[in-house]
């Protein structure tokens, strides 16, 4: 008897650690934290007291190199290349804080790609999860489960904007900070 296995309908999830942006990831640590401070939080997934910043930080000037060179030429332009998408823009990037008990329920994003960031991440913070798409499967015993990502400093992990995900409570005393963004075309 000859036997072979094939998962069909597999979801991309791509990972980078971007030790380029070691040292402005202390910049934009700092817009954020001074943010957070003077702004008041945007509604989304946040929850728990988690902070969100509002949504358009790719236009201001310490995020722009970031965008243009980090989001759209080295991950946006190369992954959206093999699916035949041109032209990629950054939609929308935003902030978030998670203090000690905050959470992120699930959601989904607008765009083709969606990522975050990672600028600060204490031990026990909160690991990201990808909800399985196969919602038929659920109640299944041949399934694939939930994907937890834990989160590190630098970390930038890109999925497809329709992928549902949510994120863990920060348990930390210390904050969870990092920068979301989606990327679609002009």
């Known amino acids: 008897m000859n036997e072979h296995a094939t998962n069909i309908f597999n979801t991309p999830i791509w990972g980078y650690v971007l030790t380029s942006e070691k040292y402005q990831a202390e910049d934009y640590l700092e817009k954020v934290i001074e943010l957070s401070s003077t702004e008041p939080s945007a509604n989304k997934s946040n929850a728990g007291g988690g902070w969100q910043s509002r949504d358009n930080l790719q236009e201001d000037p310490l995020f ?6 980090t989001l759209i030429k080295s991950i946006g332009q190369p992954i959206l290349k093999e699916y035949g998408i041109v032209n990629p823009v950054v939609q929308s990037m935003w902030a978030s804080v998670n203090n000690k008990h905050s ?5 989904t994003h607008e765009g083709y790609l969606s990522g975050v960031f ?3 991440v204490p031990k026990d913070s909160g ?4 909800t399985n798409p196969a919602v038929r499967s659920e109640s299944h015993p041949i399934r694939q489960k939930n994907y937890p990502i834990i989160p590190q400093e630098l970390a930038c992990i890109v999925f497809p904007s329709w992928l549902e995900h949510y994120v863990e409570p920060n348990m930390s005393d210390e904050a969870r900070v990092s920068i979301s963004f989606n990327i679609g075309i002009s």
Do not use: D, P, S, T
């Open 64 to 69: 722009k190199e970031f965008v243009n060179n």
């Open 103 to 107: 959470f992120n329920y699930q959601h």
């Open 118 to 120: 990672y600028l600060q």
């Open 127 to 130: 690991r990201l999860i990808f």
